[in-house]
């Protein structure tokens, strides 16, 4: 099992649709800043970076992050980049948690950082359609991209092949609810996007559908933005929040899972997120939870559309399958509910920066468990074609 | 009364020159190469492939402003005056503020004329003497004619400023004078990428107009010919100029210091003002000049005397014979690729 | 303007975000420790400092090292031959950068340079990129 590892700095700049006046390089320094501030240590101090970077596309230059490692002041240490799909963040945290749990290092930073809107589409004017050409780049050429892949209608077959499996859950007024009282938990978030976007279940219902099942306010937006961690091992981390007066909050859990991309048998089950359930199960099973119904208080969840939170819940064992409406219908996610969901606003509502966006759950759900005293938060990350690739961690309040 | 004086000027010729036999070998079978010799034009300077209007605006705005001693924020105004820009919809006054590192200041552009950057001057003097800053006048011109044209072996690069202020500078702005006319000589309507010219046209509207406007300057200020060291023309190749030197009965050696046509080729914009450069860096105090500059039927008359502010200026930055001597001899093809028409 | 020069198609707010790096080769400087950086910086490596102010680099310097580039990604000068290298700037600190107006065959470390601009590429749509070049200091 190794050493046991914790979160003692978190830090993000705000999420914005774009960052005009900020370079690439500024955004990852200001959410490293205010990780090695809030843990009140010296980046001397840090022992290791982890960079979660999704594309180098939107960052115009392939390996970006060999001149934040200077720029930091991360010179002659070890310094590696996890790419993995919109699960990068989360992977990063899994690698980070890796190599300090080995007993490699004493101390990382984990770093993620999207700057998605430097492509430019001239032709309309608008940064959009040449970040979704960025993202189609990411379907596999032979049989994906020749086909006008998106990453919306490959979530959609997904979210399809369960309603057909599950008929009469994923009802469009339910959808609509989530979206809507996820928008009124983004209220509090004064780092994202979408802060002050509230909508009624109404307006959701009567957006603009994009890709069947999925309307335009069940879908999150990307976003630029930067998020960082400073873990550290048992000992240190201890020391530093003996210092800091800060609580540590222990990563207690982690799992991944990558499936198959092509449906078939033993390949991808279409009705199904294989990927989060192992995920999720293996990160249960290295925190030792038998019963994540009754242990988990708090879900920071990859919710690139609503749909897929409804099916990831379930997955995780938190709701049945065929029933994930009883989110809301038995107020499980309402406030006051059994399960606190995306107190951030979720990647609907804060943001979708890519590489940064798990970091960034990671660092609400660390918030969320100190400030409602709270025992046990899951960390999720979804990504890849068909949600093929997750990656979970269990966070514990000591 | 305010007296307004340049209180610094700069030049900036680009290295490559490209000999007028290399473009002669190139096209030989043109009949136009003996009449491209019998103007005078030895060799012209080319601008680097890295090289255009705005870099070189700026290299001499550089220059102007630190031969002034001034810093590039105490200026109230820059005005750039350019024929040959390829940004309709792009303010090269601007960019150069940005790139002296201030902000704080009106930038405007006065271009489609080859005396835009004298038109720009004796704005930037009016400015000056309205306000309480200090305004930089930018002449710079990159003009490009097509290959195998009659303007190819004439239109050179090259840019000139200087800053217009209060005080005892380099020297003072006595007066100015301009006429206006139209005419078809040089012209370029916007969706096609060289110019139209009429040489006969241009010539002679060159010689009468700058010929007229020089009288009437000397005669509103009470003065001869005989009262100035040095004139400084237009200078579209190096025979046109001297004709209006006879009909004004100037001596050529008036002409001399500012005459650098066949060592640099026609600045269109910056013409007659990179001569007006050349001659403040070899002038004494109290001498007067008197420069013109054609351009689009019309011409400008700035008529300066030299003042105190010389001594100790001129070392401050490269002269124009600094940049004259700095050269490099370029082929025909390398003028093609530089030029970007390859 | 050549094919070569469009290398990179896709930039937008990115070209005008860079303008005081690229024109006047914008260091920072640690409030707390004073030290200076070519780069922007918010993390002072040297103190704990975590403010810093932008200043403006003198430009001038002498060639560190440099390298005359043979097969170039730009085919700027003659001979598509062109020198980049780090210039030891008056204030200490070290640039990279292009040196310009000279064969790169008479490049020489300890020469002295000061920075110009020049166009370094084109984008597309029109957008000409000027960036800062250092060159032989005149005087």
Redesign the interface.
């Known amino acids: 099992m190794g050493k046991h590892v914790g979160i003692i700095g978190a830090g993000v700049t705000p999420f914005k649709g ?1 960052w ?4 690439y ?2 955004l990852a ?2 959410a ?2 205010e990780a ?2 809030d843990a009140q240590i ?3 101090d840090v022992d290791a970076a982890f960079y979660g970077i999704y594309n180098d ?1 939107f960052e ?1 230059t392939a390996i970006p992050e060999h001149a934040i490692h200077g ?3 991360m ?1 002659n240490k070890f310094g590696i980049r996890i790419t993995n799909g919109g699960a990068t963040g989360a992977y990063t945290i899994s690698a980070a948690h890796a190599y300090l749990a080995a007993g490699r290092f004493k101390t990382a930073l984990v770093l993620g950082v999207e700057k998605a ?4 589409d ?1 032709l309309s004017m608008s ?1 959009t359609p ?1 970040v979704i050409k960025a993202i189609g780049w990411s379907g596999d050429s032979f049989f994906e991209q020749p086909l006008g892949w998106s990453a919306s209608d490959s979530y959609a077959e997904v979210v399809l092949a369960y309603m057909d499996e599950h008929p009469g859950d994923l009802k469009p007024e339910i959808t609509a609810r989530i979206s809507s009282q996820l928008s009124q938990q983004v209220k509090g978030n004064t780092y994202a996007q979408r802060q002050f976007d509230q909508v009624t279940p109404e307006e959701v219902i009567n957006s603009r559908m994009v890709a069947y099942p999925f309307k335009e306010l069940e879908i999150c937006v990307y976003s630029e933005g930067a998020a960082a961690l400073i873990f550290a091992e048992e000992e240190t981390a201890k020391a530093i929040s003996k210092n800091t007066g800060k609580p540590v909050i222990w990563i207690t859990g982690v799992g991944e899972a990558n499936e198959h991309s092509f449906a078939g048998k033993n390949q991808k089950v279409m009705s199904r997120i294989m990927s989060d359930y192992y995920a999720s199960h293996r990160a249960y099973e290295m925190a030792g939870i038998m019963e994540p119904k009754e242990s988990i208080d708090i879900v920071e969840l990859h919710d690139a559309f609503v749909h897929q939170l409804e099916i990831s819940m379930a997955e995780f064992g938190l709701v049945p399958l065929g029933r994930a409406d009883s989110l809301i219908e038995e107020g499980l996610m309402t406030p006051g509910g059994k399960y606190v969901v995306n107190p951030c606003g979720g990647l609907i509502y804060c943001g979708h920066a890519v590489g940064a966006s798990n970091i960034m759950s990671a660092w609400s759900a660390r918030n969320e468990l100190v400030k409602r005293d709270l025992k046990t938060a899951l960390v999720h990350g979804t990504g890849s074609t068909v949600a093929q690739y997750t990656a979970c961690m269990i966070f514990e309040h000591e | 009364m305010n007296k307004i004086s340049i209180l610094g000027y700069g030049a900036y010729i680009p ?1 490559y020159r490209l000999k007028i036999d290399e473009i002669e070998k190139a096209w030989s079978d043109k009949e136009y190469s003996t009449r491209s010799r019998r103007l005078g034009v030895e060799e012209k300077a080319v601008a ?5 209007e ?2 070189m605006g ?2 001499a705005a550089r220059n102007a402003v630190k031969r002034a001693g001034i810093n590039a924020a105490d200026l109230g105004g820059i005005i750039t005056g350019c024929m040959s820009r390829r ?1 309709r919809d792009k303010s090269a006054s601007a ?1 150069i503020a ?2 002296l ?1 201030t902000s704080e200041v009106l930038a405007c552009d006065c271009v489609h004329s080859s005396k835009s950057g004298s038109s720009a001057l004796i704005l930037g003097k009016s400015m000056a003497e309205a306000g309480d800053r200090s305004v930089l006048v930018i002449a710079t011109d990159n003009p490009h004619a097509a290959p195998c044209d009659d303007l190819e072996p004439l239109s050179g690069s090259g840019a000139v400023a200087f800053v217009c202020g209060k005080g005892e500078g380099v020297a003072h702005i006595e007066g100015s004078y301009s006429c206006s006319r139209e005419v078809y000589d040089i012209w370029q309507p916007v969706e096609v990428p060289y110019m139209y010219y009429d040489m006969n046209v241009s010539r002679q509207q060159f010689r009468d107009v700058t010929v007229q406007a020089t009288m009437a300057y000397m005669e509103r200020h009470g003065t001869k010919v005989d009262d100035y060291s040095y004139f400084v023309l237009s200078q579209q190749d190096a025979r046109a100029p001297l004709g209006v030197a006879r009909a004004l009965k100037i001596p050529k050696e008036k002409m001399a210091a500012g005459f650098l046509c066949m060592r640099i080729g026609d600045l269109y914009s910056a013409s007659a003002l990179i001569g007006l450069a050349a001659i403040l860096d070899t002038a004494k105090e109290g001498e007067r000049i008197l420069a013109s500059s054609y351009g689009s039927g019309g011409a400008d008359i700035i008529g300066l005397r030299v003042g105190k502010g010389i001594k100790g200026r001129k ?1 401050a ?2 002269s124009v014979e ?1 940049y004259l001597n700095d050269k490099v001899y ?1 082929d025909y093809l ?1 003028f093609l ?1 530089y030029s ?1 028409v ?1 | ?2 094919e070569e020069f469009r290398f ?1 198609e ?5 070209i ?4 005081p790096k690229r ?2 080769l914008q260091g920072s400087q640690c409030s707390k420790c004073g030290a200076l950086f070519v ?7 040297e103190c ?1 400092g ?1 403010d810093f102010e932008e200043v ?1 680099l003198t430009g001038r310097g002498k060639v560190y090292t440099y390298s005359a580039v043979r097969v170039p990604l730009l ?4 001979k598509g031959a062109y020198a980049i290298g780090v210039i030891e700037l008056e204030e200490g600190v070290k640039a990279e950068g292009q040196i ?2 000279i064969d790169p065959d008479d490049v020489k470390v300890g020469m002295k340079v000061e920075t ?5 590429r084109e984008e ?3 957008k ?1 990129i ?1 960036m800062y ?1 250092f060159k032989p200091a ?2």
């Open positions: 774009t005009r006046e900020k370079t390089y500024e320094q200001m490293a800043r090695i501030k010296h980046i001397n596309i115009r720029l930091l002041g010179q809107t430097d492509c430019f001239f940064a040449e | 290295r680097g492939f890295d090289e255009d705005v870099t700026y290299e940004f960019m940005q790139m590192g070392d930055c490269p600094d370029i390398s690729r970007h390859l | 303007m050549t990179i896709h930039c937008a707010g990115d005008n975000r860079t303008i024109y006047r780069t922007k910086r918010l993390i002072c490596p704990k975590t403006a085919p700027v000068l003659k310009v107006d110009t601009i020049r166009r370094a597309y749509p029109g000409v000027y070049r005149r005087q």
